[in-house]
C-alpha cells in the first residue's frame, strides 16, 4: 500500500466515522431535537454525489467509505425529517 493509499484510507475511515456515534445516538435515543435538517441534508447529497463520483470512476475507497456514510446519514436524515414532519402535524397549545 502506496503512502498516498494509506492517506486516503485513513481520510476515508475518519469522514464515514465521524457520522457513527451521532447515528447510534439518534437511533438510540430517538432524540432529533439538537440536530440540522439542512446539514444532514447537504450530507446526505454530498455522500451520495462522492458515491456516484467513486462509481463512475471505479475508485473503490471513495464508493466503500462514501456508500457506508450515506447509509449512516440517510437513517439519521429520515429520523430527523419524521420528527419534523410530525411536529408539523401536531396541534400548538393554546396560548
Known sequence: ????EIIGTIAAVLS?????????????SRDTRAISLMMYACAMSGAS?????GLMTMQ??????????????TAIFAMKLRDVLVAQK???PAE
Open 90 to 92: 401536531a396541534p400548538r
Open 16 to 28: 464515514t466515522g465521524a457520522f457513527l456515534p451521532q447515528a447510534i445516538h439518534v437511533i438510540r
Open 49 to 53: 454525489l462522492w458515491l456516484t463520483y
Open 60 to 73: 473503490w475507497p471513495i464508493i466503500i467509505a462514501n456508500g457506508v456514510a450515506f447509509v449512516f446519514v
Open 1 to 4: 500500500m502506496t503512502l498516498v
